[in-house]
C-alpha cells in the first residue's frame, strides 16, 4: 500500500493565501504546485527523470493508479479522489 501523500502543505497553503494574486490565480498556483509534486512522484514510479518524463507515461501512470483504486479500494491508490 503507498502511503498517504500530501500534495499541498498547510504553509504552502498560507503561503498562496498570503500571495498578492487573484482568486483565480490562487487556485492555478496551488493547483501548479500540486501538481508537480504528482509528476515528481510519477517520475520515481516511472524509473525516470522528471526532464524525461513523458505524456505517455503520465497517462499510463493514472491509468494504473485509476484501476488499483477501482480493484483494491481507494487506499490502494496514490490519488485519494
Known sequence: ??????FLTPEE??????ALLTSPEKFLTRLTISSLRLLKIIAEDTGVTLEELTHKQVIQWLEKDSQLRRE??????????
Open 72 to 81: 483494491q479500494g481507494i487506499e490502494a491508490a496514490v490519488l485519494k479522489w
Open 1 to 6: 500500500m503507498i502511503e498517504n501523500r500530501q
Open 13 to 18: 497553503s498560507a503561503d498562496v493565501d498570503a
